[in-house]
């Protein structure tokens, strides 16, 4: 195993890592392709809480757009990941601001086959209920229980202070297990 990882199980039950910092321990940084590979999955979980699912994929382009511009100036020894979801929120609010501004198309189209980070067909409950959170809560929620952030990075994210995001994530939690299961029996 390489320096600086520490080993992660992802959805699917593989061993993916997560890098604490964008160096590969010699002074250089790792390939942005590596930075994708290892974070892909993690920026497009935080997506897809945030946004339906089509809007989530493309916020997840987006945001892998923006870091690739961006790479090259990110210090060497940076958390890549917080870097990458902050990019990720800022992509999503961009993309809800958009989605103001264009008409609701009628009609629903039925969610794709699950996937990795995508809903599975007995979890559609319980993400229409995570997506009917007030948005710092279902941010806060997003960001420390899926993307798996310290409160203090969350904070950053969404500005205020850690202890604002602690309290925000933990009034999602609360507002979800009373009405989800709520929403599940009925």
């Given at each position: 195993?390489?320096?600086?990882?520490?080993?992660?199980?992802?959805?699917?039950?593989?061993?993916?890592?997560?890098?604490?910092?964008?160096?590969?321990?010699?002074?250089?940084?790792?390939?942005?392709?590596?930075?994708v590979?290892?974070?892909?999955?993690?920026?497009?979980?935080?997506?897809?809480?945030?946004?339906?699912?089509?809007?989530?994929?493309?916020?997840?382009?987006?945001?892998?757009?923006?870091?690739?511009?961006?790479?090259?100036?990110?210090?060497?020894?940076?958390?890549?990941?917080?870097?990458?979801?902050?990019?990720?929120?800022?992509?999503?609010?961009?993309?809800?601001?958009?989605?103001?501004?264009?008409?609701?198309p009628?009609?629903?189209?039925?969610?794709?086959?699950?996937?990795?980070?995508v809903?599975?067909?007995?979890d559609s409950?319980?993400?229409?209920?995570?997506?009917e959170?007030?948005?710092?809560?279902?941010?806060?929620?997003?960001?420390?229980?899926?993307?798996?952030?310290?409160?203090?990075?969350?904070?950053?994210?969404?500005?205020?202070?850690?202890?604002?995001?602690?309290?925000?994530a933990?009034?999602?939690?609360r507002?979800?297990?009373?009405?989800?299961?709520?929403?599940?029996?009925a």
């Amino acid at each position: 195993m390489t320096a600086g990882y520490i080993p992660r199980t992802a959805p699917a039950g593989h061993l993916t890592f997560r890098s604490e910092g964008a160096s590969t321990g010699h002074g250089h940084k790792h390939p942005f392709e590596r930075v994708v590979a290892d974070h892909g999955a993690t920026v497009l979980r935080v997506c897809r809480v945030l946004l339906a699912d089509h809007d989530a994929d493309d916020a997840w382009s987006e945001a892998f757009l923006a870091a690739m511009r961006a790479y090259p100036d990110l210090p060497e020894a940076a958390n890549v990941e917080a870097w990458l979801v902050t990019i990720a929120h800022r992509k999503a609010i961009d993309v809800l601001r958009a989605r103001r501004r264009h008409p609701v198309p009628v009609g629903e189209i039925p969610d794709g086959p699950a996937g990795l980070g995508v809903p599975r067909e007995d979890d559609s409950g319980l993400w229409q209920a995570v997506r009917e959170l007030p948005d710092k809560q279902r941010q806060a929620v997003a960001y420390h229980y899926v993307a798996d952030l310290p409160y203090a990075e969350v904070a950053q994210i969404l500005g205020g202070t850690a202890e604002a995001a602690r309290r925000a994530a933990a009034d999602g939690i609360r507002n979800l297990r009373k009405n989800y299961p709520a929403e599940a029996q009925a």
